[in-house]
C-alpha cells in the first residue's frame, strides 16, 4: 500500500481497520441514499454424504489428482447424462 488513504490518513490496511472501529461515515460529508437489488440465492448446494463413503471418496480424488468436490460433481454429470435428464426442465404440455 503506497500512501495514505484520503479520509484516514492510514498508511495500512491495520491502521484503516483501526480508523473505521472508532468512526463512522456520517462523520465524514454527505449521505446519499442509494436503492440496490440483491439476490441472496446461492449458486451451491450442500448435501451430506455419508461417513461410510469419506475415506474412499477423498482417496479416490486424491489418486486421480482432484478434488472430492470437483470427483463429484463429475459423477452427478455423468449420471444425468446418462439419465438423459436435461439441464432445464421441460413445460408441461
Known amino acids: 500500500m503506497s500512501g495514505r488513504t484520503s479520509i484516514s490518513k492510514a498508511r495500512s490496511y491495520q491502521e484503516i481497520g483501526a480508523f473505521w472501529d472508532e468512526h463512522d461515515a ?13 439476490d441472496i440465492q446461492s449458486q451451491v448446494r450442500y448435501c451430506p454424504i ?7 471418496l477423498r482417496q479416490l480424488a486424491e489418486k486421480r489428482g482432484i478434488s472430492e468436490v470437483t470427483l463429484i460433481n463429475l459423477w452427478i454429470q455423468e449420471k444425468l447424462s446418462q439419465s438423459n435428464i436435461s439441464k ?6
Do not use: H, L, R, Y
Open 50 to 56: 455419508d461417513n461410510n463413503f469419506t475415506n474412499s
Open 26 to 38: 456520517v462523520e465524514f460529508g454527505e449521505q446519499i441514499d442509494a436503492e440496490f437489488k440483491v
Open 88 to 93: 432445464k426442465p421441460k413445460e408441461a404440455v
